[in-house]
């Protein structure tokens, strides 16, 4: 019987010791080698962060967002896998956007590139981006979280890549 036990609290302790590890191994940047860029398909978006002031849906939003963004970037055939820490985020308050009608929104992480046979990181940098609330309207209306995801998607893409995956319009979120 104390077996069993033991064998439960052991088990309880590793999952709670994991769950909270980041995805994101860390360490210098390290550019994605230029054969890669022409070459990588975004498989999978894994999302990692400290304690974050968001709705519970962000982890989905955020990845829904940035995948999205990256296959229009990401032309080949080859999956690559994308890690990502979230470090903060900041969300323009909509009471004080409607008052003002300005204010932004910001995010910044870290994110790696990582081939998923060896899960071996095939590129790793910092990711910082702001992008405007949208006026009243948008600031009272606007899901602040895809604004601020898909403009990090877009950065990833920029950073990575060298290209925005988006003709600037109204067509997305953020207009950018």
């Not at 010791?17 to 022409?38: D, K, M, R, S």
Request: some cysteine; charged content about 20%; overall charge negative.
């Amino acid at each position: 019987m104390k077996s069993a036990a033991a064998t439960a609290v052991l088990a309880a302790a590793l999952l709670a010791v994991t769950a909270c590890a980041p995805v994101v191994e860390g360490g210098p940047p390290i550019a994605l080698p230029i054969g890669l860029q022409e070459t990588a398909q975004i498989g999978s978006v894994t999302l990692s962060t400290g304690w974050l002031d968001a709705e519970e849906d962000f982890a989905d939003t955020f990845s829904e967002e940035v995948h999205e963004e990256l296959r229009r970037c990401m032309w080949g055939t080859a999956p690559i896998n994308l890690r990502v820490h979230i470090d903060e985020m900041q969300r323009a308050g909509r009471l004080e956007t409607l008052l003002t009608g300005e204010g932004a929104h910001t995010l910044s992480g870290t994110v790696e590139f990582v081939d998923p046979a060896d899960n071996r990181i095939l590129g790793r940098f910092p990711v910082s981006v702001a992008t405007s609330a949208q006026g009243r309207l948008g600031g009272v209306l606007g899901d602040r979280q895809m604004m601020v995801s898909e403009e990090f998607g877009r950065a990833v893409c920029e950073q990575a890549f060298g290209r925005n995956p988006r003709d600037r319009g109204p067509h997305n979120a953020t207009g950018g």
